[in-house]
């Protein structure tokens, strides 16, 4: 009688119980090809709804998790019954999917050739891209598999991978990988290992892991786990030459933040503290452990010091997305800490030694050599900028010159410190600011040992390598896909494959200043009092409050109530100042989401410094709204209420944010005239 039903393919609504729990065990029967995770990582999936489900009445015939990274669909899972196969509920599946995210770049995974679905991926209309090794001990052949959407070659700019986010672990998750029999709740840590993870994760150990399997006591043991350590993973963390070791102040601080009693009642947490210090100073984006009461803990008494997400294996699994952005927009760690730009002069080398990429083999010599032709190069026609922590040790430097048309950065290195993807982030966008005021077209970085979290952030930035340079077209104004087009020496899309508003607004973001007046992307205009203007957007202060010059921060937050829902993302806004009566900035909108307060503040803290308690005064019947937004721009000529009714009667401000036409948007944006 129930295959008289029709099969209804849906996302998964995260308060279906019992429909979780099939999806559960049928992954679970099939975790040799999936890999497994545990059922709350499952309901989290569920909770961001990222689980679509076929279904026949109360019958489950298959489902498939996916990611949804930048503009493009990450596949994790895809598994359908046995009893239920070439019945064509696989293709129902990805069609729903490319259906639902029809306005992302296309979906994208990787499968072990070996295996037997390496046959049905043509069939559901994928295509081969690559083939290359895996993590796994043999080394099987990983095939990435790509299925188009249709949005043309326009973008493909945004084409290149970002470099795979850093992640250390304890050493229990690193024996549950490279061990036998270490039981049910290995497999939690095993799901790092997976395919779909291969373009996304590195895994990294610290000097703390290496002498954590030194004091094991059997032999063979402690000879296998070092040399695999040695052999296969990259080791971060590790003290600087000059013997300034910023993991030892770290470490302290972390301590110094929990309880006593915790401290006395298990002692591991001095270790723990250790490695999670030696892994934020290395570079690392988050932490590992099975130990959910080292998570509660540590991740507390970390916060306030380093942005390094410390989690279970599957919850960063389900936020790995979150995690990356978390490290590369970091703005509240750096206001108020005192940091400062200055210029350099050309008898900098000893200065600047900390900046030296030990990591990549280069030698002093090198360094030095490289260093003076930069710093004296800059110093005819460029820039020497040297930056500097609140205790005025060297924390990055990049040098640069204009030559014809374009910006030339000789020499681009930020220091290893929990903040350094924040502040490389940062400083890309600095550059990119240089160069639009120049009106040059294009930035080359010819320095050949970038720091780690410089290259970790230039492919997010717009910026892709040819040999050992990178470079990023600079693009200036308002222009029409058309015009972004023949800039970028792409041919224009055809009336059939246009790029969706989503992809155009991932374009404007890697090309800032950049604004494509027909992305179709909606536009709103946002009123907010003066206070909350000034300490929000920023006017009055830079990122950092002792420094304006650096800029304001790429992304900010803020909450207000949920209702009326009118605000979506990607889109544009418009901030308009009630008590000012004018328009003063625009911004790009990123993110829109409605939770209880603890969860806003769970996943936003990163960007502002409001507790879960004050977010909840913006709250009705429990819930309020996170608007994440970013590059701000103020107008030179802020536009007056009166010049808005001018243009349009339909601008009108309204106590809540309402929508406009994306050609009004260019009017005020044009007339703002943004410096």
């Not at 990549?360 to 190069?377: D, M």
């Not at 200036?476 to 792409?490: C, D, H």
Request: charged share 25%; glycine share 8%.
């Amino acid at each position: 009688m129930s295959n008289a039903l029709p099969v209804v393919v849906r996302l998964l609504d995260p308060a279906e119980d019992k429909l979780l729990a099939k999806v559960f065990h049928l992954a679970e029967r099939h975790k040799r090809w999936l890999g497994m995770l545990p059922l709350p990582a499952y309901a989290d999936y569920a909770a961001k709804r990222l689980i679509l489900v076929a279904v026949r009445g109360e019958d489950l015939l298959g489902y498939t998790i996916f990611r949804l990274p930048k503009t493009r669909v990450t596949l994790v899972q895809l598994c359908v019954e046995p009893a239920r196969r070439g019945e064509g509920v696989a293709q129902l599946l990805v069609d729903e999917l490319s259906r639902v995210h029809a306005d992302r770049e296309g979906i994208a995974l990787r499968c072990r050739r070996d295996w037997p679905a390496t046959h049905a991926w043509p069939r559901l209309g994928f295509e081969v891209r690559s083939n290359a090794p895996g993590r796994s001990k043999e080394g099987h052949l990983l095939t990435a598999w790509w299925r188009d959407h249709g949005h043309g070659d326009l973008f493909s700019s945004l084409a290149a991978e970002s470099a795979r986010m850093p992640v250390a672990m304890d050493t229990n998750v690193f024996r549950d990988l490279h061990e036998d029999g270490r039981g049910e709740r290995a497999e939690q840590s095993q799901a790092l290992a997976a395919d779909w993870l291969a373009d996304d994760i590195d895994l990294v150990l610290t000097p703390g892991n290496l002498l954590e399997f030194n004091a094991i006591e059997d032999d063979a043991l402690r000879q296998r786990l070092l040399g695999t350590a040695q052999a296969s993973y990259k080791i971060v963390g590790r003290p600087p030459a000059d013997g300034h070791d910023p993991a030892i102040k770290l470490t302290a601080q972390i301590i110094g933040a929990l309880p006593a009693d915790d401290l006395s009642r298990d002692t591991s947490l001095h270790t723990d503290a250790k490695l999670i210090a030696q892994a934020a100073v290395g570079g690392a984006e988050a932490f590992v452990t099975r130990d959910e009461n080292l998570v509660n803990l540590l991740s507390a008494a970390a916060a306030p010091f380093t942005d390094i997400w410390v989690s279970t294996p599957a919850d960063l699994l389900v936020h790995l997305d979150e995690i990356r952005d978390a490290a590369s927009y970091s703005p509240v760690r750096l206001r108020d800490t005192g940091f400062t730009v200055a210029e350099g002069d050309a008898r900098v080398d000893d200065e600047l030694r900390p900046l030296l990429n030990h990591g990549a083999n280069e030698r002093r010599t090198h360094f030095k050599a490289v260093l003076r032709s930069a710093a004296q190069e800059a110093g005819r026609s460029g820039s020497r900028r040297v930056i500097r922590g609140p205790d005025g040790s060297v924390a990055a430097a990049m040098f640069f010159v204009l030559a014809g048309d374009e910006l030339a950065v000789s020499f681009f290195r930020v220091a290893s410190s929990p903040l350094a993807r924040t502040l490389a982030n940062q400083l890309i966008h600095l550059l990119r600011r240089e160069a639009a005021s120049a009106s040059v077209e294009r930035i080359l970085i010819r320095d050949r040992f970038l720091s780690p979290a410089v290259l970790g952030t230039m492919p997010d930035c717009g910026f892709q390598q040819h040999g050992d340079l990178w470079g990023a077209a600079v693009i200036n104004g308002v222009l029409s896909r058309k015009e972004v087009a023949a800039r970028l020496g792409t041919a224009p899309s055809d009336a059939g494959s246009l790029p969706a508003p989503r992809v155009l607004a991932a374009l404007e973001r890697s090309h800032w200043p950049l604004k494509v007046r027909d992305a179709g992307l909606k536009c709103f205009l946002v009123p907010i009092r003066p206070a909350p203007a000034d300490a929000l957007l920023g006017r009055d202060t830079g990122l950092w409050d002792s420094d304006p010059t650096l800029g304001l921060s790429r992304q900010h937050v803020y909450y207000r109530a949920p209702s009326p829902p009118v605000l979506e993302a990607p889109g544009r806004v418009l901030w308009y100042v009630s008590g000012e009566r004018r328009v003063v900035a625009s911004s790009r909108l990123d993110q829109v989401v409605v939770a209880d307060p603890a969860t806003l503040h769970g996943r936003f803290r990163h960007l502002g410094v409001l507790g879960a308690e004050q977010i909840g005064r913006q709250a009705k019947h429990g819930k309020a709204m996170a608007v994440r937004f970013g590059d701000t721009e103020f107008f030179t000529r802020p536009v007056s209420l009166e010049r808005l009714r001018a243009m349009n009667s339909r601008m009108e401000p309204l106590p809540s944010p309402r929508q406009i036409d994306e050609e009004d948007f260019f009017r005020v944006y044009e007339e703002g005239a943004p410096g």
